[in-house]
């Protein structure tokens, strides 16, 4: 588990300095008083032009009312004390307590079947519906952008990771989307800069923070070297539960999920083998007054 320990040994490198120091400073009194790294102190001071550099974010960062969290908040989740390099800093629009509920991540293939629809639809909306669970995913286009629009249909909350900044929402499409996580008390989260637009090694790292912040991970269908068996991947070094719906091995969209079957994954046909692995979590959240029977597959 890593604490103020691991930022106090952590070799700052000039990518760190960036990354941490661009994602949002206030001025100098607000980040002496957050980071305790006296080395980190020590270059800040000596190079003054990185906080002149960041104004123009900074006050888009108060325009557009985003709210951060620091390794050393009190309200910092939890769940991200158990990865090996916890972000320094995170923003955030939404509610910060969606970050705290009992959830579950989602991730799947950008262009998902109709079967996998119909599950989500089905089996999934009955879950959700039912347990008022919190969902988590990364916004991306088909399975993630799915399960989230079904878990703000049944006015759950839901936590979307970007692999950009706040400021430069990746996909595009995805700021439909927001309005309705917000409304619904969830929140939109990014590790970057308010500006800065997405990189493709974003999404390994975005990954590792689905990974953590579920209390078990859903791939609904995926393919072989997609970045849902990465998160996968990610779920299973945290000891988290990986959940996936069996497939036939003549349909590629889904061949990256019989594998991960075959590496030890949870097979899941129905709502009732959903609650049957996530029962011990779920009595922590609150269950929906119109309880409904939850659905077995014939």
């Not at 800069?193 to 991970?217: D, E, S, T, V």
Request: proline share 5%.
């Amino acid at each position: 588990m890593a604490s103020a320990l691991w930022l106090e040994t952590h070799t700052l490198k000039l990518s760190d300095l960036e990354l941490i120091v661009k994602h949002k400073i206030y001025n100098e009194k607000d980040w002496f008083g957050v980071l305790s790294n006296q080395a980190l102190k020590d270059y800040l001071r000596s190079h003054p032009h990185w906080q002149q550099e960041d104004k123009k974010q900074i006050d888009q960062l108060y325009k557009h009312k985003i709210s951060y969290v620091n390794y050393f908040s009190e309200d910092y989740p939890e769940s991200l004390l158990n990865i090996d390099s916890p972000p320094l800093f995170f923003t955030y629009i939404g509610s910060i307590q969606a970050l705290q509920n009992p959830s579950l991540t989602v991730v799947g293939t950008r262009d998902p079947s109709l079967d996998a629809c119909h599950w989500l639809e089905t089996y999934f909306y009955q879950l959700v519906k039912t347990y008022k669970i919190t969902v988590v995913s990364g916004a991306a286009i088909g399975i993630d952008q799915m399960a989230q629009s079904i878990a703000t249909y049944c006015k759950c909350p839901t936590v979307a990771i970007l692999p950009s900044g706040l400021g430069n929402v990746y996909p595009q499409c995805f700021e439909k989307q927001i309005e309705e996580i917000l409304s619904t008390r969830g929140a939109v989260v990014s590790e970057y800069p308010f500006l800065q637009a997405m990189r493709k090694h974003h999404f390994y790292q975005r990954n590792r923070l689905i990974a953590c912040l579920g209390m078990a991970l859903l791939v609904v269908e995926a393919k072989r070297k997609s970045g849902s068996l990465i998160t996968a991947k990610y779920a299973l070094e945290m000891g988290r539960d990986v959940m996936v719906i069996p497939s036939s091995p003549f349909e590629k969209n889904r061949l990256g999920t019989l594998d991960l079957l075959f590496d030890g994954a949870l097979p899941v046909r129905d709502t009732f083998d959903l609650v049957g692995y996530l029962e011990p979590n779920l009595t922590k959240s609150k269950k929906s007054d119109n309880h409904e029977q939850c659905i077995r597959n014939p």
